[in-house]
């Protein structure tokens, strides 16, 4: 539609027009016919000056609650706050009550497609101490695909609920089964979608959603029944290996994405992949726990509508203490069975005669090679269990399965496996600053400064321009939120174990934890908590050992 004006203009007089729209459709709530709707709020919107002063209080609410104000004399604090700014925009308070996920590209670009990745698993965190009620939302995506992720595993001979690497709009798998290799021009075959981690990353989101909001309403009625539906996946997906005495995951990819099958062996997938392996364990440990969450009345209704049985119950038990967990002669963790017998790769003659390696799953293939011969990742696989888990945590579910692990071995296996990574995804980068965290500041600081400029510089050279990548963005705001704070929640206490890094000489920012909101200071020297509101008298705040419990209006200063 187009409007024609003709005007009477004055020279150096401004003259203004203004152009207000309203879009309503059919599956807008609360509407009868669109076109009346439209004309509604036409005249009820008022002028282009009110809108902007409404849009303008909106946003300034926004960064009141999500802003992070850091002081460290660079980019960063604009970085951040780009980064804030396309999360929000991306999943906005006005996704909350609709059909719609976290598209791992945003709603920026072509690239892919607008599908829903794992790459959500790196945004809950910043949302679930922000906008809990949007984290909710975005959870219910998941939850109203959970009818296809069970027809997808009836198909593929499973139980429960197995999700698609790719999820689109009915939450079938939307993974491509070619990929263009830019490097030969040749389309080659794709077989990530035997990503099955994804279930790992929804249950995960699950659990810490729950975590940092108790919402118990939502555990019963939805979180729950996906959280069961993701454990009989694995259950069904692990076989017993009579040898061993283990249970044994077989023809899975990890997060790695190089390795997608065997050396000179036909079948695609991987067997026992470390991540998928172990994080399965996780998430049938946390169904048990789920389990004696559910109050009786909702239990027996759960048991009865997915037909699990005492059996079942003890299958799961079963499986999470028997799981197989491979190792090379190192005594670190393979990242996938067979890993240890492949050829070590020369990155020195890549770089010299590419530059930029850091797909080098499609240099490899141009020259008629193949990543799946060597000891190259595209990023973090192993090391993800590091990011997703605190030592004592990981050392837990290894006691559980009847392994002993060796904390002191974590600064060897980061370097082992950093020192065979090509960076070839956004969160590579992200993932290793993490893990660098608690050993090496100084190193973890310099990674961190390298994956908060990902998209700033587009430093994959060009795919920036087909998206944004949200996981990354949010995984950079979360390094400051969570990581350098040290903040976790662990046996119903709110810990803070910070370690900044020297660069960073203080930040401030607000998080709403289990309906409280909590306004943070931290400096090199000390760090402020000040219990500003809450639906509760009072809060338990742990500070690197020991609890202080803080009432509405209390402000505790910490030394450090």
């Known amino acids: 539609m187009a409007n024609i004006f003709t005007l009477e203009c004055e020279e150096k007089r401004p003259l203004t027009i203004e152009k207000i729209v309203a879009v309503f459709s059919s599956r807008d709530r609360a509407i009868t016919e669109p076109v009346l709707e439209a004309r509604d709020a036409l005249s009820e919107a008022g002028r282009f000056s009110e809108l902007l002063k409404a849009h303008s209080q909106s946003w300034a609410e926004l960064w009141y609650r999500c802003d992070i104000d850091i002081k460290d004399g660079d980019q960063t604090q604009m970085i951040l706050r780009l980064h804030i700014f396309h999360i929000l925009q991306t999943a906005s308070i006005n996704t909350i009550g609709l059909d719609v996920g976290v598209p791992a590209r945003g709603w920026h670009g072509e690239a892919y497609?607008?599908?829903?990745?794992?790459?959500?698993?790196?945004?809950?965190?910043?949302?679930?101490?922000?906008?809990?009620?949007?984290?909710?939302?975005?959870?219910?995506?998941?939850?109203?695909?959970?009818?296809?992720?069970?027809?997808?595993?009836?198909?593929?001979?499973?139980?429960?609920?197995?999700?698609?690497?790719?999820?689109?709009?009915?939450?079938?798998?939307?993974?491509?089964?070619?990929?263009?290799?830019?490097?030969?021009?040749?389309?080659?075959?794709?077989?990530?979608?035997?990503?099955?981690?994804?279930?790992?990353?929804?249950?995960?989101?699950?659990?810490?959603?729950?975590?940092?909001?108790?919402?118990?309403?939502?555990?019963?009625?939805?979180?729950?029944?996906?959280?069961?539906?993701?454990?009989?996946?694995?259950?069904?997906?692990?076989?017993?290996?009579?040898?061993?005495?283990?249970?044994?995951?077989?023809?899975?990819?990890?997060?790695?994405?190089?390795?997608?099958?065997?050396?000179?062996?036909?079948?695609?997938?991987?067997?026992?992949?470390?991540?998928?392996?172990?994080?399965?364990?996780?998430?049938?440990?946390?169904?048990?726990?789920?389990?004696?969450?559910?109050?009786?009345?909702?239990?027996?209704?759960?048991?009865?509508?997915?037909?699990?049985?005492?059996?079942e119950i003890e299958r799961w038990q079963h499986i999470s203490r028997k799981m197989y967990v491979p190792f090379m002669e190192n005594g670190i963790i393979s990242q996938f069975e067979g890993y240890d017998n492949l050829k070590e790769l020369d990155f020195e003659h890549y770089k010299k005669k590419y530059g930029d390696i850091q797909r080098l799953d499609r240099i490899l293939k141009a020259e008629g090679d193949s990543p799946n011969r060597y000891k190259v990742s595209k990023q973090a696989d192993v090391l993800m269990l590091f990011y997703l888990l605190s030592a004592d945590e990981i050392e837990a579910l290894f006691r559980r399965m009847g392994y002993h692990f060796d904390r002191n071995t974590i600064p060897e296996t980061v370097k082992y496996y950093i020192d065979r990574s090509s960076h070839g995804s956004t969160l590579s980068r992200l993932v290793f600053s993490w893990v660098f965290s608690r050993t090496d500041r100084e190193e973890s600081y310099q990674v961190f400064k390298e994956s908060l400029k990902s998209d700033f510089e587009d430093i994959q050279g060009g795919t920036t321009a087909e998206g944004i990548h949200l996981g990354a963005m949010a995984g950079t705001v979360d390094m400051i939120q969570r990581c350098y704070t040290g903040l976790e929640i662990r046996g119903g206490v709110l810990w803070l174990n910070p370690r900044l890094p020297k660069e960073i000489k203080g930040f401030n920012m607000r998080i709403r934890y289990r309906g409280h909101w909590i306004w943070l200071h931290f400096t090199q020297h000390r760090v402020e908590v000040s219990f500003e509101s809450g639906r509760s008298p009072q809060i338990k705040i742990g500070f690197i050992d020991k609890v202080y419990e803080l009432g509405e209006g209390d402000c505790k200063e910490f030394l450090l």
């Open 113 to 311: 497609r607008g599908h829903v990745f794992w790459d959500e698993l790196f945004v809950f965190p910043f949302l679930n101490f922000q906008l809990p009620e949007l984290a909710r939302s975005l959870l219910m995506y998941r939850y109203h695909r959970l009818p296809a992720a069970r027809r997808a595993a009836k198909t593929a001979g499973y139980k429960g609920a197995m999700f698609p690497w790719q999820s689109g709009s009915n939450g079938r798998e939307e993974s491509q089964v070619v990929h263009l290799n830019p490097q030969s021009g040749n389309w080659d075959p794709d077989n990530t979608y035997l990503q099955r981690h994804v279930g790992v990353a929804i249950a995960y989101n699950i659990y810490q959603y729950y975590e940092a909001t108790r919402d118990i309403e939502f555990l019963m009625a939805y979180g729950a029944e996906m959280m069961f539906e993701i454990a009989r996946f694995w259950s069904s997906i692990a076989v017993f290996n009579d040898k061993r005495g283990r249970f044994e995951i077989h023809g899975v990819v990890g997060p790695d994405e190089f390795h997608t099958e065997y050396p000179d062996y036909e079948k695609s997938g991987l067997n026992n992949n470390a991540y998928t392996n172990v994080m399965a364990v996780w998430v049938l440990r946390t169904a048990l726990d789920f389990v004696d969450l559910l109050s009786d009345t909702r239990k027996r209704e759960l048991f009865a509508e997915l037909k699990i049985d005492d059996d």
